[in-house]
């Protein structure tokens, strides 16, 4: 290869990234607030509690998106039991999300791999820091209110990515009771720390499990390491979630009704840390609830 052919190659590359970067500026200037929810260890119950904190959030009139960017082992669209591909024809040529509710859109890179569910993707760095700031540039969200984001566990590329791509995200960290998932928490800390992330709150998920018998509290990962880590760090505890079978058995089957079962502890607790983010985040939003401009309040025309 010449030099000058190499030249203009760079040349090229560096059009293209500020072409895209000034996409996801006016992608980011649409979407008023950004949540990523994050942890120090797997299976602590992340994507669980993105999917319904966005469907809470839709139910309650805002304008929701949920972008999934766990590359390798998405559960998004498991969760929610999402069907569907990406549509075309979104502004500018831009792919469409999928429409989970009227108010509430969704993507994950299942929904654009299509039928091969157990496919493994095979990513390096560089191609998933691709692919995740294409979900912002590519992507014609609507304006939205709420954009939350569910990633991997763990201070990788994801939510590094994230953290560059989206300066003013605030982190949610979920994480389990017990000391080996509360030490990971404390790398989740200091990464936001590092990378000046707003820490919106801490949420102790799997705190406790109710004996179906006996009604006793029994404290299968403990309980309180989640409050007394908040108390360390000076971070809000948002909320305490009980383990609740149903938890399993609907995300597995796709199904979320449980939030609509207010019998349930974790639902009064679900509902009581929903309060304590909207009061946290700017909910002057043009919420669709409220009555105001057409549902989809799709933006017109980019840039
Ligand atoms: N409060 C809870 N009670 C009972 N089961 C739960 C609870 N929270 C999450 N689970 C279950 O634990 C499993 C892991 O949850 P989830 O996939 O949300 O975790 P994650 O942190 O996103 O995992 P990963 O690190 O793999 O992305 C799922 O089967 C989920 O249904
Ligand atoms: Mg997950």
């Not at 912002?136 to 209110?145: A, F, G, T, V």
Request: with cysteine.
């Amino acid at each position: 290869m010449t030099m000058k052919s190499q030249g203009s190659q760079a040349e090229n590359r560096k059009a293209q990234m500020e072409k895209q970067n000034k996409e996801i500026t006016e992608t980011l200037r649409h979407i008023k607030n950004k949540i990523l929810v994050m942890s120090g260890k797997g299976g602590v119950g992340k994507s669980s509690v993105a999917a319904y904190l966005s469907v809470a959030l839709a139910k309650k009139g805002f304008r929701v998106g949920l972008m999934d960017v766990d590359l390798h082992g998405p559960s998004i669209p498991r969760i929610l039991g999402l069907k569907g591909r990406l549509g075309f024809g979104g502004n500018d040529k831009k792919m469409l999300p999928i429409n989970y509710l009227p108010n509430m859109e969704v993507i994950s890179i299942e929904t654009l791999m299509g039928e091969n569910k157990d496919a493994a993707t095979i990513w390096r760095g560089p191609l998933k820091i691709g692919a995740i700031r294409q979900f912002i540039s590519d992507i014609d969200w609507m304006e939205l209110d709420y954009l939350v984001i569910d990633s991997p566990p763990g201070t990788g590329d994801e939510p590094l990515t994230v953290a560059q791509t989206i300066p003013d995200a605030k982190a949610l960290i979920v994480t389990t009771p017990q000391e080996v998932s509360l030490a990971d928490v404390r790398k989740s800390i200091n990464f936001c720390r590092q990378v000046k992330m707003d820490i919106l709150g801490l949420v102790e998920n799997m705190s406790g499990l109710k004996c179906p018998y006996c009604g006793k509290l029994i404290e299968v990962f403990k309980t309180q390491g989640g409050e007394v880590t908040a108390q360390k760090e000076g971070l809000r505890l948002l909320a305490k979630l009980p383990l609740e079978l149903e938890v399993v058995k609907e995300g597995d089957a796709g199904d979320i009704s449980l939030l609509d079962n207010q019998a349930l502890l974790i639902t009064q607790e679900f509902n009581k840390m929903v309060a304590e983010i909207m009061k946290l985040t700017d909910t002057k939003a043009s919420s669709a609830g409220h009555g105001n401009k057409d549902l989809a309040g799709r933006k017109t025309g980019t840039g």
